[in-house]
């Protein structure tokens, strides 16, 4: 089945999200409009505090929107109970974050294996998975190596795997090379753009960077709460 046959991999229809504080009422973003088609890699451009971060958690379930609507894989989720919208996360998103959130005390493989582990797959499996990936992303040789003992560079590619391993529909990146010096980001982001077009993956990417965002299939801009192309 052809990409253009598929259901959406992300659509927001009208979306705000307010936050109150004290007696004003803080308005982020203003009915947002966002169409995401499987395989699409999507640059999510903003200043500082313009709501990248909040689209981003609204898109992944971890925030519910003042108004509007989400819906993923042509799946309406904005009313789902809680436990239906971490189901949700666990089998069709991927998030990849600023900084790493490994946990310190397990090794990279540990650390991707967790991520299987937690949807329920059989232990064996797992490990295997996460040692493919792993040494796809060239850290054959760090397998059994906690966070500490890695490189900035190479705690985010084990921070990308655990959030490819789960084979998700649609990742989510917050600033995923923000935390590195300008030639490691480029690295990094290479090999997270190699590995989510390897897989037919949707992305929505939040970025800083002009020349990363510039490198993606489509740029838009966040700002006075509003989305517009780039």
């Not at 947002?32 to 313009?50: C, H, M, R």
């Not at 925030?63 to 894989?73: E, Q, V």
């Not at 189901?87 to 990849?96: E, K, N």
């Not at 490198?215 to 801009?221: I, Q, T």
């Amino acid at each position: 089945m052809s990409s253009a046959a598929l259901p959406l991999a992300l659509e927001l229809n009208g979306v705000s999200r307010k936050f109150v504080q004290g007696h004003k009422e803080l308005h982020v973003l203003k009915g947002i409009d966002l169409q995401v088609k499987p395989g699409e890699l999507v640059a999510l451009v903003g200043a500082s505090g313009s709501g990248k971060s909040t689209l981003l958690q609204l898109a992944g379930l971890l925030d519910k929107p003042s108004d509007g609507t989400i819906a993923l894989s042509g799946e309406p989720v904005s009313g789902l109970k809680d436990d239906a919208r971490s189901q949700i996360r666990r089998s069709t998103l991927g998030f990849v974050y600023q900084f790493h959130h490994l946990l310190p005390d397990f090794t990279a493989l540990e650390n991707v294996q967790m991520a299987l582990s937690i949807g329920n797959v059989e232990k064996s499996e797992a490990t295997q998975r996460a040692r493919d990936i792993l040494i796809e992303m060239g850290l054959g040789e760090r397998l059994e190596h906690n966070p500490a003992e890695l490189s900035g560079g190479e705690q985010q590619r084990v921070a990308i795997a655990r959030a490819i391993v789960t084979n998700p529909k649609l990742l989510l990146a917050d600033e995923p090379t923000g935390n590195l010096d300008e030639e490691t980001a480029e690295r990094v982001f290479d090999l997270l753009v190699s590995m989510v077009r390897s897989r037919g993956l949707a992305a929505v990417i939040a970025t800083h960077d002009q020349s990363l965002a510039d490198r993606m299939d489509r740029k838009l801009f966040l700002h006075g709460g509003k989305l517009q192309e780039a």
